[in-house]
């Protein structure tokens, strides 16, 4: 079992829409949780993290965290062709040092 | 924010040749920086674990004596592909964390690096 999962996708929405990103992690004492956003042949840039349980909301983007079933997402509001990237899912986990990236999930926002 | 320099951004070298990609926390200090490298659509894999002053912490089944890393200051951390080879051709990218690992980490522009 990776210790990441992530669907690879390609997930593809209309402009408009909201994108739905999912992930789930193994090391159930995983404490920090992320999301970056990498375009093709550029290194990633982080959209968000989290660590409570529930919602976090950054402008069209929120990160829902439920640490009982060890999943994580990501919802795009108003998703916009410029949305369109691989998407990392990425965790801290016991230790709470290095970072253990999903594969991404494509993401095409068609306009 | 936190910036983290990377470079050079391409480089094509011969096989056989050692190549260096430097790694710099312009605004901050970095007593920890990692070393990934990214093959095409794959993820992130984690190669070394910089400390600044002390010797890095290899992945399993990363060759220490291939992938030389020195973090002889807080802001710059090096990594060298000695003698490489075709197959060592990837995206290396770097990253650090201005405060804690817990608010994410700042990577680098990447390298792209061509191994002919």
């Known amino acids: 079992q990776k210790e990441v999962e992530q669907n690879s996708g390609p997930l593809s929405v209309p402009e408009g829409a909201i994108a739905s990103l999912n992930c789930t992690y193994s090391d159930r004492g995983s404490q920090s949780f992320f999301w970056y956003r990498q375009y093709s042949g550029k290194s990633p840039e982080l959209i968000m993290f989290?660590?409570?349980?529930g919602d976090k909301e950054d402008g069209r983007f929120t990160a829902q965290l439920n640490k009982a079933s060890q999943y994580v997402s990501l919802l795009i509001r108003d998703s916009q062709p410029s949305d369109s990237a691989t998407y990392l899912c990425?965790?801290?986990?016991?230790?709470?040092?290095?970072?253990?990236f999903g594969a991404g999930t494509r993401l095409f926002v068609k306009a | 924010g936190a910036v983290v320099s990377q470079h050079p951004s391409r480089v094509i070298c011969k096989s056989g040749t050692s190549v260096k990609i430097e790694c710099r926390s312009l605004d901050f200090q970095a007593t920890t920086m990692f070393w990934y490298r990214q093959f095409p659509k794959q993820s992130l894999m984690l190669m070394a674990t910089?400390?600044?002053?002390?010797?890095?912490?290899?992945e399993q089944g990363v060759e220490k004596d291939k992938f030389l890393i020195n973090h002889a200051s807080l802001t710059l951390s090096t990594l060298t592909v000695t003698s490489a080879h075709p197959e060592d051709s990837s995206f290396y990218i770097c990253?650090?964390?201005?405060?804690?690992?817990?608010?994410?980490?700042?990577f680098g522009s990447g390298t792209r690096l061509t191994v002919v």
């Open positions: 990425a965790v801290i986990g016991t230790g709470g040092f290095k970072t253990i």
């Open positions: 990253s650090a964390s201005k405060e804690s690992p817990t608010y994410g980490y700042t």
């Open positions: 989290i660590y409570s349980n």
């Open positions: 910089s400390n600044e002053g002390s010797k890095a912490t290899y």
